[in-house]
T-cell receptor, first 115, second 112 residues
C-alpha cells in the first residue's frame, strides 16, 4: 500500500530564506507526483506536476525535483515571502491507478514565513 | 471559466440526519473525485466518477455513503444517518482529458 510522508509537519522561516519541503513515498511505481498549496479554509491549488519520466519541474520561484527510484520529491521555494505561508501537500498517482488518476496525499507541511 | 463549485460551504447536521454535498465541475470536465480531510489528517480519496458512472469507490465507507454524477446537474455526495466521526472537510476535484485535478473550496461538515 502506497504511503506518502511529508517531513517536517511544520516549518517557520524568516522572509527571504529559501524553503525546502520534503516528500517521500513507499512504492516507486508512480505515474506522476503533484505539489499543491492549501490556504486555511480553502481548497487546493495545483503548483507543479512532475511526470514519472521527469526529474524536475519549475514555475517561477518554485522548483520541484523527483527521484523516483529513491521515492523522494523536494519542493524548493526561493526567496520566501509572507504570502507563501500555507500548507503544502504532495500527492502521487500510482501506475496501477494511472487511468483513473487517483491521488494519494501526504499529511502536508505547514509553512509560516515571518516578515 | 468558473472553477469547481461546491455547496454548501458549511453544513451543520445533528446525528442521524442526512447530509448532501454538491459539486459542480469545471466546464467541460467529465471526471469528478471526492476526497475527505478529517481533522488533523491528510486528504483521503473516496470516490471517482464519470458522467453517470462510478469508476472507483474503493475509498468510500461501506455503509451510509453514496455518490452520483448524473447526466445533468452536479455530483452529489450523500451521507445518511450522520455520526460525529463524519465531521470533516469534503473536497471535490474535477479534470478534463489531462491529468491535473482542480479542487473546489470544500464543504465543512459539522455533526452535532
Amino acid at each position: 500500500k502506497q504511503e506518502v510522508t511529508q517531513i517536517p509537519a511544520a516549518l517557520s522561516v524568516p522572509e527571504g530564506e529559501n524553503l525546502v519541503l520534503n516528500c517521500s513515498f513507499t512504492d516507486s511505481a508512480i505515474y506522476n507526483l503533484q505539489w499543491f498549496r492549501q490556504d486555511p479554509g480553502k481548497g487546493l491549488t495545483s503548483l507543479l506536476l512532475i511526470q514519472s519520466s521527469q526529474r524536475e519541474q519549475t514555475s517561477g520561484r518554485l522548483n520541484a525535483s523527483l527521484d523516483k527510484s529513491s521515492g523522494r520529491s523536494t519542493l524548493y521555494i526561493a526567496a520566501s515571502q509572507p504570502g507563501d505561508s500555507a500548507t503544502y501537500l504532495c500527492a502521487v498517482v500510482e501506475e496501477v491507478w494511472a487511468a483513473g488518476n487517483k491521488l494519494t496525499f501526504g499529511g502536508g507541511t505547514r509553512v509560516l514565513v515571518k516578515p | 471559466n468558473a472553477g469547481v463549485m461546491q455547496n454548501p460551504r458549511h453544513l451543520v447536521r445533528r446525528r442521524g440526519q442526512e447530509a448532501r454535498l454538491r459539486c459542480s465541475p469545471m466546464k467541460g470536465h467529465s471526471h469528478v473525485y471526492w476526497y475527505r480531510q478529517l481533522p488533523e489528517e491528510g486528504l483521503k480519496f473516496m470516490v471517482y466518477l464519470q458522467k453517470e458512472n462510478i469508476i472507483d469507490e474503493s475509498g468510500m465507507p461501506k455503509e451510509r455513503f453514496s455518490a452520483e454524477f448524473p447526466k445533468e446537474g452536479p455530483s452529489i455526495l450523500r451521507i445518511q444517518q450522520v455520526v460525529r466521526g463524519d465531521s470533516a472537510a469534503y473536497f471535490c476535484a474535477s479534470r478534463g482529458a489531462v491529468e491535473t485535478q482542480y479542487f473546489g473550496p470544500g464543504t465543512r461538515l459539522l455533526v452535532l
